[in-house]
């Protein structure tokens, strides 16, 4: 968004206006259209050179869509999974993960577009994961090498995510309960083998 137009002037109107254009993309997005600056401006009402005085392009607003979701917090994550042994908590890492990425499925396969056709390498994806899993083995004593701790976040990662998502339903034709099962079990499979499995 463009920081500079939101700030100065009438604050409360362009406020309103703001809220129209992210709201008129989440409903877009709920009915699976793709967004477009022009369907996103005829939907809130208000002309296209305006959704260009807040955002420059589709993908600084699909960034701002998703940073307006209820993303995971890690402490929340952490306070939620107290007592819980390693196994457990991985895997409630892993289920936050991926009830958020189905709540907000549309919204997250546009940021993930967004993300993928981007050259800003600023645009990143999967960081708060990969975060949450670093602070759980900082927090909590694995009997792995640091190395392989690095790998088993990475590959957790790869379970818990928008991208997995994409995977089970679109290639494999998962439902999101028979999707959420397999990749649940997956990690289980895999913290078995890792002997994280208590």
């Given at each position: 968004m463009k920081e500079k137009h939101i700030t100065s002037g009438r604050k409360k109107q362009k406020q309103n206006t703001r809220d129209k254009i992210l709201e008129a993309s989440r409903q877009l997005l709920e009915k699976k259209v793709t967004l477009t600056m022009e369907n996103v401006a005829e939907k809130a009402g208000i002309s296209r050179a305006t959704v260009y005085r807040y955002y420059t392009n589709i993908d600084s607003l699909s960034m701002d869509l998703i940073l307006q979701l209820d993303v995971p917090n890690p402490e929340t994550i952490f306070s939620n999974n107290e007592g819980a042994s390693h196994k457990d908590?991985?895997?409630?890492?892993?289920?936050?993960?991926?009830?958020?990425?189905?709540?907000?499925?549309?919204?997250?396969r546009q940021f993930l577009a967004a993300v993928l056709a981007s050259s800003n390498p600023n645009m990143r994806r999967g960081k708060n994961r990969i975060n949450t899993l670093k602070e759980h083995f900082k927090s909590n004593k694995v009997d792995l090498s640091e190395e392989d701790k690095e790998k088993l976040v990475h590959l957790s990662v790869l379970l818990m995510g928008i991208e997995s998502i994409i995977t089970a339903k679109d290639v494999c034709g998962l439902d999101n309960r028979t999707a959420t099962d397999t990749l649940s079990w997956g990690l289980q499979m895999i913290l078995k083998g890792c002997g994280v499995d208590k």
């Open positions: 908590a991985i895997l409630g890492i892993q289920k936050v993960y991926l009830d958020f990425s189905l709540r907000n499925e549309q919204t997250s």
